[in-house]
C-alpha cells in the first residue's frame, strides 16, 4: 500500500501537538494520492469517516486519482494522513485479522475535551455483518459507549472511533463481545456483564431469538420505561440487547430482565 501526500511547506510545531491555540491556526492545502483502487462508495464513506471522527469540514474527493484534497492545519492534517494510510488497502491485506478484531494503533488528536485527551484508534472486525447490522453496531457503540465520534468503513470491515482512552476502552470491550459469529452457544439466555467506572454495561443474548425483532423490542421498551435515562440499543445479528448506565440502573434493568426471562436466567 503507497499513499504519497503533496503539501505546502509547513512550520513545525516545536514541543509537541499545540492543544490550546489564541489565534486560529494556518489552513494548508494538501493532496493525498491513495494507492489502492476504490470505488466511488468507498471514497464518500473515506470522506465520512474523516468529517465525523477528525472534524475535517473542507474536503474533496477525485475518484479518478484516486485522491483527496483536504484543507485543514498542520496537525489536523497528521491524524487525517493516518486514518487514510490505514484505510487505503485492499481487503485482506492483513493476516492478523483472524483474531476477533485487530486494533491499530492510535493517534493522538490535537484537542482536548474536559473528558481528557482524545485518540483515534482503528478497529478491523473478524465478522461480516450486513449493512443494517453495522449500522446497529455503530447505533450500539454512539448510545451506549457514549461515543459520538464514530464511523465504520465497509470495505475493510473497519470501525473508526475518536475518544478518551477510557472511552475507547468501553468500544474495544463491546466490541470483543459484540464481534462473534454467533451468540454463546447455551441453551438459555445468558447474561454477559462488564463494570466500567463510568458507565456500567451489561449484554443479554437472546438464545433462539436472532432476527425476532418483537421480543427484544418489548424488552428494550421495559427497561427504557422503567430505569429513566438508561442507554439501549440491540444487536440483531447476535439477538442481544446492550445497555448501560450507573450501576445502580444497570442492577435494575438486569432485574427486569431476569423477571421476563424465568426461568431462563438465575
Not at 503507497?2 to 510545531?13: D, K, Q, S, V
Not at 494538501?30 to 473515506?46: A, I, S
Not at 474533496?60 to 484543507?71: A, W, Y
Not at 472511552?167 to 447455551?186: F, H, M, N, T, Y
Request: hydrophobic content about 40%; charged content about 20%; some cysteine.
Amino acid at each position: 500500500m503507497t499513499i504519497r501526500a503533496i503539501c505546502a511547506p509547513l512550520m513545525f510545531l516545536m514541543g509537541g501537538l499545540l492543544f490550546a491555540q489564541t489565534q486560529p491556526a494556518d489552513l494548508i492545502d494538501r493532496t493525498f494520492h491513495l494507492g489502492v483502487f476504490h470505488t466511488p462508495q468507498d471514497l464518500q464513506e473515506m470522506a465520512t469517516v474523516l468529517r465525523t471522527v477528525t472534524d475535517i469540514t473542507r474536503l474533496s474527493i477525485d475518484s479518478v486519482g484516486p485522491s483527496m484534497t483536504i484543507t485543514a492545519d498542520a496537525e489536523h492534517l497528521a491524524v487525517s494522513e493516518w486514518v487514510l494510510k490505514n484505510l487505503d488497502q485492499q481487503p485482506g491485506d492483513d493476516a492478523a485479522r483472524s483474531a476477533r478484531f485487530k486494533l491499530v494503533t492510535e493517534h493522538s488528536m490535537p484537542v482536548t475535551v474536559r473528558d481528557g485527551e482524545q485518540f483515534v484508534r482503528i478497529f478491523y472486525l473478524a465478522n461480516n455483518p450486513t449493512p443494517m447490522q453495522a449500522q446497529e453496531l455503530i447505533t450500539v457503540l454512539r448510545t451506549v459507549g457514549n461515543v459520538a465520534k464514530i464511523f465504520n468503513y465497509s470495505d475493510l470491515k473497519a470501525i473508526v472511533a475518536r475518544g478518551t482512552k477510557d472511552r475507547l476502552q468501553i468500544v474495544e470491550w463491546i466490541l470483543s463481545q459484540l464481534d462473534a459469529p454467533g451468540p454463546p452457544s447455551s441453551g438459555a439466555a445468558r447474561l454477559q456483564t462488564a463494570e466500567f467506572q463510568i458507565p456500567s454495561i451489561q449484554i443479554v443474548y437472546f438464545s433462539g431469538k436472532r432476527g425476532e425483532t418483537q421480543p427484544i423490542q418489548e424488552t428494550m421498551t421495559a427497561i427504557r420505561t422503567a430505569v429513566d435515562d438508561l442507554r439501549c440499543f440491540n444487536y440483531s445479528r447476535l439477538g442481544a440487547v446492550i445497555f448501560g448506565g450507573s450501576a445502580a440502573q444497570t442492577a435494575r434493568a438486569t432485574k427486569i430482565i431476569q423477571d421476563r426471562m424465568q426461568p431462563a436466567v438465575r
